[in-house]
Protein backbone atom coordinates (compact mmCIF):
# COMPACT_ATOMS: atom_id res chain seq x y z
CA UNK A 1 0.00 0.00 0.00
CA UNK A 2 1.09 3.34 -0.53
CA UNK A 3 0.59 5.68 2.50
CA UNK A 4 -0.73 9.15 1.86
CA UNK A 5 -0.17 12.56 3.89
CA UNK A 6 -2.72 14.83 4.47
CA UNK A 7 -1.68 17.58 6.36
CA UNK A 8 0.65 16.32 9.69
CA UNK A 9 -1.92 12.89 9.58
CA UNK A 10 -0.69 9.39 7.43
CA UNK A 11 -3.42 7.63 5.92
CA UNK A 12 -2.89 3.56 5.26
CA UNK A 13 -0.26 1.40 5.91
CA UNK A 14 -1.26 0.77 9.76
CA UNK A 15 -1.63 4.13 10.35
CA UNK A 16 -4.38 5.77 12.93
CA UNK A 17 -7.55 5.02 11.74
CA UNK A 18 -8.83 8.26 9.46
CA UNK A 19 -12.25 10.20 10.31
CA UNK A 20 -13.77 12.10 7.49
CA UNK A 21 -16.33 14.08 9.14
CA UNK A 22 -18.79 17.23 8.73
CA UNK A 23 -22.55 18.16 7.54
CA UNK A 24 -23.04 17.11 4.04
CA UNK A 25 -23.69 20.73 2.34
CA UNK A 26 -22.56 24.43 3.62
CA UNK A 27 -25.25 25.98 5.43
CA UNK A 28 -23.44 29.40 6.27
CA UNK A 29 -20.08 29.93 7.97
CA UNK A 30 -21.27 30.68 11.18
CA UNK A 31 -23.16 27.26 11.86
CA UNK A 32 -20.63 25.15 9.23
CA UNK A 33 -17.42 26.98 12.55
CA UNK A 34 -19.57 25.62 14.91
CA UNK A 35 -19.60 21.94 13.91
CA UNK A 36 -16.14 22.24 12.96
CA UNK A 37 -15.06 23.61 16.45
CA UNK A 38 -17.10 20.61 18.18
CA UNK A 39 -15.59 17.84 15.85
CA UNK A 40 -12.28 19.30 16.50
CA UNK A 41 -12.76 18.99 20.31
CA UNK A 42 -13.92 15.46 19.84
CA UNK A 43 -11.01 14.76 17.46
CA UNK A 44 -8.58 15.94 20.53
CA UNK A 45 -11.00 14.34 23.35
CA UNK A 46 -10.72 10.71 21.82
CA UNK A 47 -7.05 11.34 19.81
CA UNK A 48 -7.91 10.65 16.49
CA UNK A 49 -6.62 12.14 13.28
CA UNK A 50 -9.84 14.13 11.45
CA UNK A 51 -10.54 16.05 8.28
CA UNK A 52 -13.78 18.18 8.26
CA UNK A 53 -16.31 17.88 5.18
CA UNK A 54 -18.80 20.21 4.12
CA UNK A 55 -19.66 20.73 0.41
CA UNK A 56 -20.11 24.21 -0.94
CA UNK A 57 -22.66 23.19 -3.85
CA UNK A 58 -24.76 19.67 -4.05
CA UNK A 59 -24.80 19.17 -8.00
CA UNK A 60 -26.90 16.05 -7.53
CA UNK A 61 -30.22 16.48 -5.82
CA UNK A 62 -32.71 14.63 -6.46
CA UNK A 63 -34.99 18.14 -7.05
CA UNK A 64 -33.82 20.65 -8.55
CA UNK A 65 -35.84 22.95 -6.18
CA UNK A 66 -33.83 21.43 -3.37
CA UNK A 67 -31.19 22.95 -1.33
CA UNK A 68 -27.50 22.95 -2.66
CA UNK A 69 -25.59 25.24 -1.03
CA UNK A 70 -23.67 28.07 -0.82
CA UNK A 71 -21.50 28.37 -3.87
CA UNK A 72 -17.71 28.23 -4.82
CA UNK A 73 -16.52 31.68 -3.69
CA UNK A 74 -18.37 31.59 -0.22
CA UNK A 75 -17.81 28.10 0.10
CA UNK A 76 -14.26 27.92 0.06
CA UNK A 77 -14.04 31.09 2.12
CA UNK A 78 -16.19 29.11 5.19
CA UNK A 79 -13.14 26.10 4.40
CA UNK A 80 -10.50 28.36 4.80
CA UNK A 81 -12.03 30.05 7.85
CA UNK A 82 -12.61 26.05 9.33
CA UNK A 83 -8.79 25.31 8.74
CA UNK A 84 -7.52 28.72 10.29
CA UNK A 85 -9.87 28.37 13.63
CA UNK A 86 -9.68 24.73 13.78
CA UNK A 87 -6.04 23.40 12.03
CA UNK A 88 -7.86 20.78 11.37
CA UNK A 89 -7.61 19.89 7.10
CA UNK A 90 -10.79 20.10 5.01
CA UNK A 91 -12.30 18.64 1.89
CA UNK A 92 -15.11 19.28 -0.37
CA UNK A 93 -16.72 17.62 -3.55
CA UNK A 94 -15.32 19.11 -6.91
CA UNK A 95 -18.12 18.64 -9.65
CA UNK A 96 -16.74 20.37 -12.70
CA UNK A 97 -12.96 20.57 -14.12
CA UNK A 98 -12.97 24.25 -13.75
CA UNK A 99 -13.32 24.45 -9.78
CA UNK A 100 -10.00 22.05 -9.10
CA UNK A 101 -7.69 24.60 -9.53
CA UNK A 102 -9.27 27.02 -6.62
CA UNK A 103 -10.34 24.15 -4.05
CA UNK A 104 -7.09 23.03 -4.50
CA UNK A 105 -5.59 26.35 -3.10
CA UNK A 106 -7.75 25.56 0.23
CA UNK A 107 -8.32 22.40 0.48
CA UNK A 108 -5.63 19.13 1.62
CA UNK A 109 -7.95 17.20 -0.02
CA UNK A 110 -10.56 17.24 -3.04
CA UNK A 111 -13.44 14.63 -3.40
CA UNK A 112 -14.59 13.49 -6.24
CA UNK A 113 -18.21 11.98 -5.87
CA UNK A 114 -19.12 8.70 -6.96
CA UNK A 115 -21.47 9.65 -9.66
CA UNK A 116 -18.25 11.14 -11.64
CA UNK A 117 -15.65 8.50 -10.56
CA UNK A 118 -15.13 7.72 -14.63
CA UNK A 119 -14.96 11.48 -15.45
CA UNK A 120 -11.64 11.62 -16.99
CA UNK A 121 -11.57 15.38 -17.39
CA UNK A 122 -12.13 15.66 -13.62
CA UNK A 123 -9.77 13.29 -12.63
CA UNK A 124 -6.97 14.79 -14.05
CA UNK A 125 -7.71 18.39 -13.29
CA UNK A 126 -7.46 17.40 -9.55
CA UNK A 127 -4.63 15.36 -9.99
CA UNK A 128 -3.04 17.90 -11.38
CA UNK A 129 -3.59 20.48 -8.16
CA UNK A 130 -1.25 17.88 -6.43
CA UNK A 131 -3.05 17.45 -3.71
CA UNK A 132 -4.41 14.23 -2.04
CA UNK A 133 -7.71 13.13 -4.18
CA UNK A 134 -10.74 10.76 -2.96
CA UNK A 135 -12.57 8.99 -5.43
CA UNK A 136 -15.75 7.85 -4.51
CA UNK A 137 -16.24 4.21 -6.26
CA UNK A 138 -19.30 4.56 -8.05
CA UNK A 139 -22.51 3.10 -7.56
CA UNK A 140 -22.60 1.27 -10.60
CA UNK A 141 -18.76 0.66 -10.94
CA UNK A 142 -16.99 -2.83 -9.49
CA UNK A 143 -14.32 -2.39 -7.13
CA UNK A 144 -11.88 -3.94 -9.35
CA UNK A 145 -13.07 -0.91 -11.59
CA UNK A 146 -11.21 1.60 -9.48
CA UNK A 147 -7.91 0.36 -10.34
CA UNK A 148 -8.55 2.61 -13.95
CA UNK A 149 -8.97 6.05 -11.50
CA UNK A 150 -5.94 5.23 -9.63
CA UNK A 151 -4.11 4.62 -13.24
CA UNK A 152 -5.77 7.92 -14.46
CA UNK A 153 -4.31 9.88 -11.71
CA UNK A 154 -0.69 8.52 -11.96
CA UNK A 155 -0.80 9.37 -15.16
CA UNK A 156 -0.76 12.89 -14.31
CA UNK A 157 1.99 12.51 -11.83
CA UNK A 158 -0.39 12.06 -8.58
CA UNK A 159 -0.25 9.21 -6.27
CA UNK A 160 -1.89 10.54 -3.78
CA UNK A 161 -4.74 8.60 -3.38
CA UNK A 162 -7.78 7.87 -1.58
CA UNK A 163 -10.75 5.16 -3.01
CA UNK A 164 -13.65 5.37 -0.85
CA UNK A 165 -16.30 2.68 -0.46
CA UNK A 166 -20.27 4.26 -0.48
CA UNK A 167 -22.27 1.33 -1.38
CA UNK A 168 -23.37 -0.48 -4.56
CA UNK A 169 -27.15 0.38 -6.30
CA UNK A 170 -29.07 -3.07 -5.79
CA UNK A 171 -32.56 -2.86 -7.47
CA UNK A 172 -34.43 -0.09 -7.37
CA UNK A 173 -33.79 2.55 -4.59
CA UNK A 174 -30.91 1.15 -2.05
CA UNK A 175 -27.61 0.03 -1.82
CA UNK A 176 -25.70 -2.58 -0.29
CA UNK A 177 -21.84 -3.26 0.66
CA UNK A 178 -20.12 -5.91 -0.11
CA UNK A 179 -17.03 -5.80 2.49
CA UNK A 180 -14.64 -7.24 0.27
CA UNK A 181 -14.50 -4.24 -1.77
CA UNK A 182 -11.96 -2.93 1.26
CA UNK A 183 -9.05 -5.62 0.86
CA UNK A 184 -10.23 -5.58 -3.27
CA UNK A 185 -9.89 -1.45 -3.81
CA UNK A 186 -6.54 -1.64 -1.33
CA UNK A 187 -4.61 -3.95 -4.52
CA UNK A 188 -4.77 -0.61 -6.17
CA UNK A 189 -2.10 0.74 -3.73
CA UNK A 190 -4.17 2.92 -2.14
CA UNK A 191 -5.77 3.45 1.22
CA UNK A 192 -9.54 3.01 1.50
CA UNK A 193 -11.92 4.79 3.22
CA UNK A 194 -15.30 3.46 3.79
CA UNK A 195 -18.39 6.43 3.69
CA UNK A 196 -20.92 5.04 6.56
CA UNK A 197 -23.42 7.26 6.01
CA UNK A 198 -23.85 7.60 2.52
CA UNK A 199 -23.68 3.50 2.23
CA UNK A 200 -27.43 4.07 4.26
CA UNK A 201 -28.78 6.22 2.00
CA UNK A 202 -32.38 5.28 -0.47
CA UNK A 203 -31.93 7.35 -3.37
CA UNK A 204 -35.08 9.34 -4.10
CA UNK A 205 -36.85 7.32 -1.46
CA UNK A 206 -38.83 10.14 -0.51
CA UNK A 207 -40.21 10.95 -4.07
CA UNK A 208 -38.41 14.63 -4.38
CA UNK A 209 -35.36 13.80 -1.63
CA UNK A 210 -33.12 10.95 -0.81
CA UNK A 211 -34.40 8.70 2.27
CA UNK A 212 -31.84 6.98 4.60
CA UNK A 213 -31.70 4.95 7.74
CA UNK A 214 -28.96 6.31 10.05
CA UNK A 215 -29.19 3.16 12.59
CA UNK A 216 -27.52 1.10 10.32
CA UNK A 217 -24.79 4.01 10.31
CA UNK A 218 -22.70 2.11 13.10
CA UNK A 219 -23.65 -1.37 12.12
CA UNK A 220 -21.90 -0.94 8.82
CA UNK A 221 -18.92 1.03 10.21
CA UNK A 222 -17.89 -1.46 12.44
CA UNK A 223 -18.25 -3.83 9.74
CA UNK A 224 -15.54 -2.13 7.63
CA UNK A 225 -13.41 -1.26 9.94
CA UNK A 226 -13.23 -5.44 10.73
CA UNK A 227 -12.87 -5.74 6.77
CA UNK A 228 -9.27 -3.40 7.64
CA UNK A 229 -10.62 0.00 5.99
CA UNK A 230 -8.36 2.81 6.63
CA UNK A 231 -10.69 5.35 7.39
CA UNK A 232 -14.28 5.72 8.17
CA UNK A 233 -16.80 8.90 6.82
CA UNK A 234 -19.63 10.02 8.33
CA UNK A 235 -21.66 12.79 7.33
CA UNK A 236 -22.75 14.58 11.12
CA UNK A 237 -25.38 17.46 12.22
CA UNK A 238 -26.71 18.84 15.32
CA UNK A 239 -29.99 18.45 14.17
CA UNK A 240 -30.03 15.77 11.37
CA UNK A 241 -34.12 15.65 10.94
CA UNK A 242 -33.98 19.45 9.80
CA UNK A 243 -31.01 19.62 7.87
CA UNK A 244 -31.77 20.71 4.09
CA UNK A 245 -30.10 17.44 2.57
CA UNK A 246 -29.21 14.10 3.22
CA UNK A 247 -30.42 14.77 7.01
CA UNK A 248 -32.12 10.90 6.92
CA UNK A 249 -28.62 9.59 6.88
CA UNK A 250 -26.24 11.96 8.53
CA UNK A 251 -25.25 10.60 12.33
CA UNK A 252 -26.39 13.05 15.14
CA UNK A 253 -23.38 15.64 16.07
CA UNK A 254 -23.55 14.52 19.61
CA UNK A 255 -23.48 11.44 19.16
CA UNK A 256 -20.49 10.69 17.09
CA UNK A 257 -18.22 10.39 19.79
CA UNK A 258 -19.84 7.13 20.08
CA UNK A 259 -19.62 5.66 17.09
CA UNK A 260 -15.86 6.79 17.30
CA UNK A 261 -15.34 4.64 20.56
CA UNK A 262 -16.93 1.47 18.52
CA UNK A 263 -14.86 1.60 15.53
CA UNK A 264 -12.01 2.05 17.80
CA UNK A 265 -12.44 -1.00 20.03
CA UNK A 266 -13.13 -2.77 16.71
CA UNK A 267 -9.79 -1.30 15.52
CA UNK A 268 -7.71 -2.50 18.82
CA UNK A 269 -9.13 -5.73 18.64
CA UNK A 270 -8.35 -6.71 15.23
CA UNK A 271 -4.80 -5.50 15.79
CA UNK A 272 -4.68 -7.39 18.28
CA UNK A 273 -2.23 -10.61 18.46
CA UNK A 274 -4.59 -13.87 17.81
CA UNK A 275 -4.72 -16.09 21.32
CA UNK A 276 -2.77 -19.09 21.33
CA UNK A 277 -4.35 -22.31 20.43
CA UNK A 278 -5.11 -24.90 23.27
CA UNK A 279 -4.00 -28.34 21.84
CA UNK A 280 -6.99 -30.79 21.90
Known amino acids: ?15 PLLWICGPCVIEGRDFTLRVAETLQRTADDLGVPLVFKASFDKANRTSGKSFRGVGLDEGLKTLDAVRRATGLPVTTDVHEPGQAAAVGEVCEVLQVPAFLARQTDLLEACGKTGRVVNVKKGQFMAPWDMANVVAKLAEVGNRRVLLTERGTTFGYGMLVNDLRAVPWMQETGAPVIFDATHSVQRPAALGDRTGGDRA ?34 MVPLDRLPDLVRLCLRVRAAIASPSPPSHPS
Not at 1 to 15: A, I, L
Not at 216 to 241: K, N, Q, W
Open 1 to 15: MNPVEVGSYRVGGGS
Open 216 to 249: MVPVLARAAVAAGCDGVFVETHPDPDHAPSDGPN
